[in-house]
């Protein structure tokens, strides 16, 4: 079993930064898949940033590459996703995940432990 715990979220302006961060209890984060999803007032969950631990290995939907960055630190157990450059439109409820072992994956059914959430807003 895992436990997760988002913080970081905030008010920022247009162009600002924010660090979230997410903290896993329970078993090491590093046997597992750790992904960050956002979910606007109104639209779906979608998938942001993915990191595979047991490889190193990273991956980002198009409109966050170059501008996010997912990271983790293993003594800490803990993963981060960096945001620039923000924009209006990356305001949202944003969540960590993580899945069991195996590749990483966009889809958020696929993942099997939730954090609570964290808001994230950025004004124009």
């Known amino acids: 079993q895992v436990q997760l715990v988002e913080s970081g979220g905030g008010l920022v302006q247009a162009g600002g930064s924010l660090r979230l961060s997410c903290a896993g209890s329970?078993?090491?984060?590093?046997?597992?898949?750790v992904g960050w999803f956002h979910q606007a007032p109104g639209k779906e969950r979608e998938f942001v940033a993915s990191?595979?631990?047991?490889?190193?290995?990273?991956y980002y939907t198009n409109s966050m590459k170059g501008r996010f960055t997912i990271s983790g630190d293993n003594a800490k157990n803990t993963v981060y996703l960096q945001m620039n450059s923000l924009k209006p439109e990356d305001t949202a409820v944003y969540y960590c995940?993580?899945?069991?072992?195996?590749?990483?994956?966009?889809?958020?059914?696929?993942?099997?432990?939730w954090g609570q959430g964290t808001q994230v807003t950025v004004s124009s």
């Open positions: 995940a993580a899945r069991r072992p195996g590749l990483i994956t966009t889809r958020a059914s696929e993942y099997d432990y």
């Open positions: 990191v595979n631990w047991n490889d190193g290995s990273t």
């Open positions: 329970g078993r090491t984060f590093s046997v597992y898949v």
